[in-house]
């Protein structure tokens, strides 16, 4: 599998800026999956932390999930991984879990994300509310998320980085 990542335009305008921003930082966590095996991908960065790559791709799978699907859409969508018992479990793949699934998973819930946010206008507010009942519109979604993945591709270096070495953006 290669992974193109797109530097976003300098030129564009206000909703392509977003989306391929967004793309690009979703491009930015499958760089830092690629060329792992299954142990590597399970590999926390330092302790105490517990953070892997693969809790990070299945964390980011539940974030699309819960703001394209439930808040933006209004989908009854449940969580994938997660549980009210344990809220992080996305974060804490099981010896049976697969990457190959959790990948495919969360790249599942972006093309659906895509789509639900197709023909949109960002002012547009969601159908659904955010479990804190508040309600948001398409552009604060895409802003949050772009905040979401840079925060996590952080992560995701400082990862990758103890696993094998790799650096860079």
């Known amino acids: 599998m290669t992974i193109e990542r797109i ?18 930082h979703r491009a930015t966590l499958a760089l830092k999956t690629e060329g792992l095996d299954e142990a590597q991908l399970r590999t926390a960065s330092v302790s105490p932390s517990d953070l892997t790559l693969f809790g990070l791709v299945r964390h980011m799978a539940e974030v699309e999930r819960g703001w ?23 974060f804490h793949p ?11 998973t969360w790249q599942a819930e972006i093309a659906r994300a895509r789509e639900l946010a197709a023909g949109r206008k960002l002012d547009e ?45």
């Open 125 to 169: 507010i969601g159908v659904g509310a955010h479990r804190s009942g508040e309600r948001f519109n398409l552009r604060w979604i895409y802003v949050h998320m772009i905040e979401e993945y840079a925060r996590h591709n952080g992560h995701a270096d400082l990862i990758r980085q103890a696993v094998d070495g790799a650096t860079g953006d």
């Open 94 to 104: 099981g010896p049976d879990d697969t990457f190959e699934e959790a990948y495919a």
């Open 7 to 24: 530097d976003p335009s300098t030129l564009a305008g206000e909703r392509e800026s977003l989306e391929s921003w967004l793309d690009f």
């Open 68 to 90: 394209f699907r439930r808040v933006l859409a209004g989908e009854d969508a449940g969580p994938i991984y997660y549980t009210e018992e344990d809220r992080d479990r996305d």
